[in-house]
């Protein structure tokens, strides 16, 4: 989507998203290298999503703010995560 190649934030909290809209979200962010602050607090995301989000943060050399809190995503979950910041 072209539209989310200049996204700066991105703020989706209490919306239940899960690991489809985490996977969903993280495959449209793909290409973006201008975001900012990803806020996904308080939306059932396990280690599943977790996973995904931490392969497209890898390459997210601007990201300077990531929240993920109340989220189901464990130990493997969140080393996921540390590996991709």
């Known amino acids: ?4 190649d200049s996204l700066k ?4 909290e209490n919306n239940n998203i899960g690991d489809r809209g985490a996977i ?5 962010l793909e290409d973006n290298d201008t975001l900012l602050s990803l806020h ?15 392969e497209m943060i ?3 050399y601007k990201l300077s ?3 993920l809190n109340l989220n189901p995503i ?3 979950g ?5 590996r991709g910041i």
């Open 1 to 4: 989507m072209e539209m989310m």
């Open 9 to 12: 934030k991105v703020c989706i």
């Open 24 to 28: 969903a979200l993280s495959k449209a």
């Open 40 to 54: 996904l607090e308080n939306n059932n995301i396990s280690r599943e999503g977790a996973y995904t989000l931490g």
């Open 58 to 60: 890898s390459n997210k």
């Open 65 to 67: 703010k990531l929240n």
């Open 74 to 76: 464990g130990d493997e």
């Open 78 to 82: 969140f080393s996921r995560i540390a």
